[in-house]
């Protein structure tokens, strides 16, 4: 089954409610891979699945060694 595809500034204002990153802040994390899963293009504009999350591998990699996992 897939899920529908929602704009990534819907998912934004959905995870981030009143706090949602600036547009260009959102093609930045699109562009980084910071959106997991990677959101698609289509036409001009991206969209995710409602499920996606922000992940950022710096900080997982930080905690990592903080935590010694």
Known sequence: MNAQLVP???WALDVFGEHVPHPNTLLN??????INPVPKKIGRAYFCRPDAVYVDPR???IERLVNGR
């Open 59 to 61: 900080a997982e990699r």
């Open 29 to 34: 994390w699109i562009r980084n891979g910071k």
């Open 8 to 10: 990534v500034r819907q």
